[in-house]
């Protein structure tokens, strides 16, 4: 059959082609719309950025010309002041992402009911309290308060809020939002009884005017101060919206002042990364970087890694590797290495549960508690699993901190003594060698602790292999951090190797060893000790720095006796950073003039020419 081209195929072809170039035109019509919205939303953005800066200015009196943010001076205490000379440095710039990594993820993103140490990471660049510590002052400075004066009692503090202060959608800060604030911190129905119990020395928050605000405290006590302004302030109008349920259950809601903010303050799934958006509105000196974000790595092998590849910034390696890498010359060349110590760097210990099912068990007895102390070599474990960066640990108090007692000295390594003790405390011993308990069943062991970290699986086999030589068998029972910490506030455990971090140049020890909080605080091991509770809450009301100090260190004393923890290790902290991030400093007492954990303004940057994540 003869096939031929017809007016009708012609007319088809036509049409085919009008289509094609009508589609041609949409997609043309739509990259020009494309890059219209995007220029748009670049001016919204510039005047964003303009608008707070002229409120800024407006705010404090001054007129100030160009871009930045005008000075923040309050009665000559700026936090600020630093970063104010970092930004005169010749190749500062703002912009660039910067990318580390967390171990484990944390369990929520919502500060009223979640305070893992990786959330506080998250919680301190987005929320803002109304007065911040200042690395070199070694105290708190005003942020979100201009001023504030004690009553003659010491029993109350009229705070003066800063009136330019805007939450990160917009909205203003006022009297309001820190009222509102502690009625959530105190409600029973949200948060938990440990945090509760933390802030009972805080009566109440009463409104005197749009930015001023009356704090009545329960009672004189040192912390009083610091307990009150540390506390960030949280936007009334965003919590409103949600139930007292809603508030308590929710994976996230997080919204602040502060120089970062969530892209949605109500969206969070643990196990993926953790972007912080700069926040635009911010009230003060804008922080450099764009955008920070925090990957969930769990092991350290594959963070290092990462790390190599250029797909991380910071990187806190073990120490085995951190020798390792000081051995690659290429990976040196374009990268910085810090090794120091700081007063917030903690201590690893192992918590002995003094009950069981409701009833002592056997490390009720301190005589346990000394030998378990005494078997364990610790001075070999900062040798030769932490290859010389930690040293052994004889209390809570860093050794950097004056609350330290300097006569104290960490138990010595005595196996011999500690089977005696064990012996006399009604522990036996078998015809195999076998360590047998009061009530002749084997000494076993359940030695519970966080999952994914080759560190502390080789600080638990350690611990196994010295306690053996005991005839002590030890179970190693490896958690994910999240199952860990619900375990031991629900005191389902036996024995726990864990860490305490964050600490201060002076830190309260109440929550962890007080008897009061067995029940809700974080003292989970149930240790109890008279005396100490008493010199506990003398110190709370001694205002005198110096007599208090004193106080601290008979403290020290009773706790270095009774060994409600085995005190393992104290680190020194090892730190890789990327080379093209620049003004990375050591500070006294605090290690680097960046703390992770503290809301003090980010005085890192990358110049401009070696921005490598800009979109």
Known sequence: MENRFGFKDLVMMALVLAIIVMLGLKMVQDDRHWDSLSAIGTKLDQQTKDITALRRVISQGGVRVGN???????GGNDIFRRVHDVRKLPDFAEGDTYISAFSAAPPKLNYLTSHSTYGRVVYCKILEGLAEWDIEKLEMVPHLARSWKWAEDRLSLDVQLRTDVTFSDGEPMTAD??????????????TDGHDRAYYAPIKSVEKLGEHEVRIHFVKIFYENFMRAMEVPVLPKHFFKKFTKRQIRE???????????????????????PVELLRNERYWAVPPPYDRMVYRIIEKESTELVAFRNGELDAFIPTPEQHLQMLKDEPLKSRTQHQVYGHVRTGYYYLDWNEKSKGKDSVYAD?????????LLDRQRLCDEIFLGFAE???????????Q?????????????????????AGFKKNAEGRMLKPDGTPFNIDLSYGSGSDLLQKVALFLKDNLARAGISVKLNPLKWAVLLQNMREKNYEASLSGWGGGSVESDIEQMF???????????????????????????????????????????????????YTFMTVSKVR????????????????????????????????PKKLQKRTD
């Open 68 to 74: 930045g943010a005008a000075p923040s001076t309050i």
């Open 392 to 402: 052994p640990c004889d209390g809570p108090f860093h050794p950097m901190s004056p």
């Open 366 to 374: 301190k005589r346990v508690r000394q030998a378990m102390t005494m």
């Open 575 to 606: 730190l890789w950073l990327d080379d093209r991030i620049k003004n990375v400093k050591r500070v006294p007492v605090f290690g680097l003039n960046s703390v992770t954990t503290w809301a003090v303004p980010i005085e890192w940057y990358v």
């Open 514 to 564: 007080h008897t009061k909080n067995i029940k809700e605080g974080d003292n989970r091991n149930g240790y109890s000790n008279p005396e100490l509770d008493r010199l506990i809450e003398q110190a709370h009301v001694t205002l005198e720095y110096d007599d208090r100090l004193k106080i601290w260190h008979k403290c020290h004393e009773i706790l270095h006796e009774d060994q409600p």
């Open 250 to 272: 929710s994976p996230a809601l997080v919204m602040g002042t502060g120089p970062y903010r969530l892209a949605d303050p109500t969206k969070y799934t643990p196990g993926e």
């Open 404 to 424: 330290h007692n300097p006569k104290i000295k960490p138990w010595a390594y005595d196996p011999d003594r500690g089977v005696e003790l064990l012996l006399a």
């Open 177 to 190: 939002d820190l009222v509102y604030t502690w009625e959530l911190k105190k409600d029973p129905e949200i």
